[in-house]
Nanobody
Framework: QVQLVESGGGLVQPGGSLRLSCAAS????????MGWFRQAPGKEREFVAA????????YNEDSVKGRFTISRDSASNTVYLQMTSLKPEDTAIYYC???????????????????WGQGTQVTVSS
């Protein structure tokens, strides 16, 4: 059974930074694309970033490109999301997800991810 546990969320001022972590278990981590999604109140869950098993990356070009960086550490089965220059519109619950199948690219499609964490709240406000 796949388990994904996010941490690192919190309250930060506009322009600040946060690093989210997601600890994965129950899967051969190094074989799977991992992703971050977010959901703001009243909005649909949206793609943020993904990193493949070969360390290829994809980002939501419109909203986070150049400000967020996704990375992974197979030694600790952890995927990270470094967020900088945060804006109030980044406020959301951030979810970690694992691709449904091994050996895939850094897809942006929510439907491709079959395992999800419980989410961590990020609030950007002064």
């Amino acid at each position: 059974q796949v388990q994904l546990v996010e941490s690192g969320g919190g309250l930060v001022q506009p322009g600040g930074s946060l690093r989210l972590s997601c600890a994965a278990s129950g899967l051969t981590f190094s074989r799977y694309t991992m992703g971050w999604f977010r959901q703001a109140p009243g909005k649909e869950r949206e793609f943020v970033a993904a990193i493949s098993w070969t360390y290829g990356t994809s980002y939501n070009e419109d909203s986070v490109k150049g400000r967020f960086t996704i990375s992974r550490d197979s030694a600790s089965n952890t995927v990270y999301l470094q967020m900088t220059s945060l804006k109030p519109e980044d406020t959301a619950i951030y979810y970690c997800a694992a691709h449904s199948r091994a050996y895939n690219s850094a897809t942006t499609r929510l439907a491709d991810f079959g395992s999800w964490g419980q989410g961590t709240q990020v609030t950007v406000s002064s």
